[in-house]
C-alpha cells in the first residue's frame, strides 16, 4: 500500500506570494492532519481534517488554511507568505474507525519543504 | 498545559542499548508514540503505546510507561548506525488526531 504522498516536495517563494501544498493520504485513510516544522519552534500542529470538515485547529493565524475533497486529498494554503514561514510542512493521514482502537496513529508523508525569500 | 520533554542527545557505541527519555503532561492522552526522522525526511512511525499498558517489545524495540510520573522511555537494542536519526515522543492530546511532540533527541552511533 503506497504511503503518505506530498506534492511538491520543495519550494521556493518570495515575501507576499501564496502557496498551495497537497497531501494524498494513505489508500482508505479519512483524517488528514497537517504540521509546521522549523528549527526554531519544532514540530507543530497546524490543523485536522475529518470527511471535508475541519475537527481542530493550532495556534496559527489565519493566513494558514487548509480543506479536504471527498476522496480525502487534502490541500493546504499560506497567504501573504512571511519569512518566517519558511519550513518543512508535513501532512500525516491516520484510518481513524473510532470503533477500532489505535486507528488514530498518524503516519506521515516525506514533507514539502518550502523557502521563503 | 500540554507540554512534552525529552532531552536533546544521546550518544552511543554501536552494539550498545540506547534509552530515550520523555515526560508529558496531559494525562489524558490515550496514545503515545515514537516517531523516527532521518536528515531530509518525514517521521516514520517507530512505535506506540496505550495508555493503559507499562510496556510493549517490538523487536530492538521497547516502550516503558510510567503513567504515574507522566515519563515515557524508548530502548533500543543493539544500537547500529542505522539508527541515527533524531526520534521524536509525542503524545495524542486535544482531541481529533493533535499531536505534541517533543523537541527531538538526536542519537548518535559510533563504532
Known amino acids: 500500500k503506497a504511503g503518505v504522498t506530498q506534492t511538491p516536495r520543495y519550494l521556493i517563494k518570495t515575501r507576499g506570494q501564496q502557496v498551495t501544498l497537497s497531501c494524498s493520504p494513505i489508500?482508505?485513510?479519512?483524517?488528514v492532519s497537517w504540521y509546521q516544522q522549523t528549527p526554531g519552534q519544532g514540530l507543530q500542529f497546524l490543523f485536522e481534517y475529518f470527511s471535508e470538515t475541519q475537527r481542530n485547529k493550532g495556534n496559527f493565524p489565519g493566513r494558514f488554511s487548509g480543506r479536504q475533497f471527498s476522496n480525502s486529498r487534502s490541500e493546504m494554503n499560506v497567504s501573504t507568505l512571511e519569512l518566517g514561514d519558511s519550513a518543512l510542512y508535513l501532512c500525516?493521514?491516520?484510518?481513524?474507525?473510532?470503533?477500532?482502537?489505535?486507528?488514530?496513529?498518524?503516519?506521515f508523508g516525506p514533507g514539502t519543504r518550502l523557502t521563503v525569500l | 498545559g500540554e507540554d512534552v520533554e525529552q532531552s536533546l542527545f544521546l550518544s552511543v557505541r554501536e552494539g550498545d542499548s540506547s534509552v530515550i527519555n520523555c515526560t508529558y503532561t496531559?494525562?489524558?492522552?490515550?496514545?503515545l508514540y515514537w516517531y523516527k526522522q532521518e536528515p531530509g525526511a518525514g517521521l516514520q512511525l517507530l512505535t506506540y503505546?496505550?495508555?493503559?499498558?507499562d510496556m510493549k517489545q517490538d523487536q530492538r524495540l521497547t516502550v516503558l510507561l510510567n503513567k504515574k510520573d507522566k515519563h515515557l522511555s524508548l530502548r533500543i537494542a543493539d544500537t547500529q548506525t542505522g539508527d541515527s536519526a533524531i526520534y521524536f515522543c509525542?503524545?495524542?492530546?486535544?482531541?481529533?488526531?493533535?499531536?505534541?511532540f517533543g523537541a527531538g533527541t538526536r542519537l548518535a552511533v559510533h563504532p
Open positions: 509525542a503524545e495524542g492530546a486535544g482531541g481529533y488526531n493533535k499531536l505534541i
Open positions: 503505546i496505550f495508555s493503559n499498558m
Open positions: 496531559d494525562s489524558s492522552s490515550t496514545y
Open positions: 500525516a493521514s491516520s484510518l481513524a474507525n473510532w470503533a477500532r482502537e489505535g486507528t488514530d496513529t498518524q503516519y
Open positions: 489508500s482508505g485513510h479519512r483524517s
